[in-house]
């Protein structure tokens, strides 16, 4: 991608989308696909993961990414937060389901992936504790996702809990009279691209499709056999049909 520097992007105009550099962080993947989805341009800002950027920090209050700044709005980092806004900026294609059943069950099932304890929290709190906290990032990151060795040992058993959650409802999607592809009724919706992005923390695409440092897919891979075969693949055909079909390969991060 093209970044440009915190310094020069904030006296740029529009939508700037802070963004970790060379590495697909999920909700940072999560983000662009949902402003490419609809059409909406950013300016990508360069974020180096697991520092301390000063520069970025008085901007914006925070110096970890995603953060979308938009125009002399507050920065917005929260996963619905940046969801809100692209409604907001674009209200169609919706991403937001219409029907309230369907928009309450889609944000409970999209914070069991991007929230708080959710999936995503869950796979680094089990990458830690694999890496250890003897360096800086890892430090930082450690501090950031509350990790101890209690944490740690109950990560694996609720990614477990997420995967099966997501699986059943999958599952009931295809079983549904139309057989919809999809997570919520026939069409695309916010949920269905934040599971395309946390699936990377289930096994990355192609090596064609996304170019990572081996050690850095060795690393995403979900290698606990546990957790594993709770991995129905149905999550990962999933996502790769919402690859094909609404985002852009390969990715560029």
């Known amino acids: 991608m093209n970044y440009v520097e915190v310094e020069h992007a904030i006296s740029l105009p529009g939508l700037r989308l802070v963004l970790s550099a060379g590495v697909p962080g999920p909700w940072g993947e999560a983000a662009k696909y949902i402003f490419h989805v609809k059409r909406i341009p950013y300016t990508a800002v360069r974020q180096v993961g697991g520092t301390e950027s000063q520069a970025l920090r008085a901007w914006t209050g925070q110096s970890n990414a995603p953060i979308a700044m938009f125009e002399d709005e507050a920065p917005r980092s929260g996963w619905a937060e940046i969801l809100a806004l692209a409604e907001r900026l674009a209200p ?10 369907l928009r309450v069950r889609m944000f409970g099932l999209a914070h069991e ?23 800086d990032v ?21 990614t477990a809990e997420i995967l099966l959650l997501l699986s059943k409802q ?10 919809s592809p999809y997570f919520m009724g026939e069409r695309l919706c916010a949920l269905d691209l934040y599971w395309a992005a946390f699936a990377l923390m289930v096994e990355p695409l192609a090596d064609a499709l996304c170019r990572l440092h081996p050690r850095m897919r060795e690393t995403y891979a979900l290698r606990d056999p546990a957790v594993r075969a709770a991995a129905d693949p149905l999550l990962l055909e999933h996502r790769d049909f919402i690859y094909r079909t609404h985002l852009v390969l390969p990715l560029e991060f």
């Open 170 to 179: 999958l599952r009931a999607q295809r079983a549904s009279a139309s057989g």
């Open 113 to 135: 992936i991007c929230g708080e304890r959710g999936f995503g929290w869950q796979r680094r709190l089990m990458l830690l504790a694999a890496l250890g906290n003897g360096n």
């Open 92 to 101: 169609e294609p919706a991403l937001v389901p219409a029907d309230p059943e």
């Open 138 to 158: 890892t430090r930082r990151l450690a501090s950031r996702y509350g990790f101890s060795e209690l944490a740690a040992a109950a990560a694996p058993g609720r």
